[in-house]
């Protein structure tokens, strides 16, 4: 019996590792054994624990049907079996998945849950992560008054455990909802922040965000050399890591604060780069982007021939 719980543990850490290497099929793999000797066993606790992996598993696929219904099944066992923490992980990952899933009412209605569970069992991390989720739900439904109130509270908690990368977190989603909300003085200030910390954690990404997004916040104040300074930083970082997609989003946002200048011939060379870099890594996404700008800019310019105008020029109509 000793044993089979120990090879069960195993097949457990196993699966999370290949998960975190990103080989998400042996990580399913390992979670459908662990899940088999949980039954085996009749260790209802450990059932939970291997549906909870593979909810987690499928997710990292992006199969969100199936991840859904692995993390219901371990809410099901958690709620039998009285397991508190293993609600509040299930409420936890059933809130993110519906997230995904674009269903942002039902996001907050698991998030909500999860942080009643982490209150009650005074777990500080736990409650700054929902409060984060809460946040970032708020905001997906355009309510961005409500995401600051919740990252502020995520950020007061982070401050509390003295959990930098949190902190960093935290300032960077209250930047983006004060840009949402027009307050680009609030985005500039709670950014800084992030840069700030994003640096001193080693955080390359979250500098990379933090640069696109004082960028974009000077460019709603309409201090276009200031944008154009932090978005050249941006792609400076994005070039220093052989970050593809950082720079296609400096290029992209380049473009634009070129545009907002009226340099438009600058605008368009940017705009070139982030079209080459979209089609390259293939985002869709951001190719459409690209056409849609480069057609703009030619328009702008009054080359009502180019092929990009005439397509912007049918959207403009």
Do not use: P
Not at 10 to 38: F, M, P, S, T
Not at 117 to 135: F, H, P, R, T
Not at 174 to 186: E, I, T, V
Not at 233 to 243: F, G, P, Q, Y
């Amino acid at each position: 019996m000793g044993n089979k719980a120990e090879e069960g543990r195993a097949y457990n850490n196993l699966g999370i590792v290949w998960r975190c290497q990103g080989d998400v099929e042996k990580a399913i793999d390992y979670h459908n054994l662990q899940l088999n000797i949980a039954r085996e066993m009749r260790d209802k606790a450990g059932e939970g624990s291997a549906y909870g992996n593979l909810g987690s598993d499928f997710f990292a696929l992006g199969d969100l049907k199936k991840s859904v219904e692995y993390h219901m099944l371990h809410l099901k066992i958690a709620e039998e079996v009285d397991d508190t923490i293993g609600k509040g992980c299930a409420y936890s990952n059933l809130g993110i998945a519906f997230f995904s899933f674009g269903d942002f009412i039902k996001a907050e209605y698991y998030h909500k849950l999860h942080l009643n569970i982490a209150k009650e069992m005074g777990d500080k991390a736990g409650e700054g992560c929902a409060y984060s989720n809460l946040g970032c739900a708020s905001h997906a439904r355009g309510d961005f008054t409500k995401a600051i109130e919740y990252h502020n509270l995520d950020l007061k908690i982070a401050k509390q455990l003295h959990d930098k990368a949190g902190e960093g977190g935290a300032y960077g989603n209250l930047g983006h909802a004060f840009h949402c909300l027009g307050d680009y003085k609030g985005a500039i200030d709670t950014n800084k922040f992030f840069l700030e910390i994003a640096k001193e954690v080693g955080d390359k990404a979250g500098e990379g965000k933090a640069y696109d997004n004082l960028g974009n916040a000077f460019r709603g104040l309409g201090d276009f050399k200031k944008a154009i300074h932090y978005h050249n930083l941006r792609l400076s970082l994005a070039k220093e890591n052989n970050d593809k997609i950082g720079l296609g989003h400096a290029y992209g946002n380049l473009g634009n604060a070129f545009r907002s200048l009226g340099d438009f011939k600058n605008a368009i060379d940017y705009y070139k780069l982030h079209l080459e870099i979209a089609q390259e890594v293939g985002d869709k996404a951001g190719e459409g982007r690209a056409y849609g700008n480069l057609g703009f800019a030619f328009y702008s310019l009054g080359d009502l021939k180019h092929r990009h105008a005439k397509r912007a020029r049918v959207i403009f109509l």
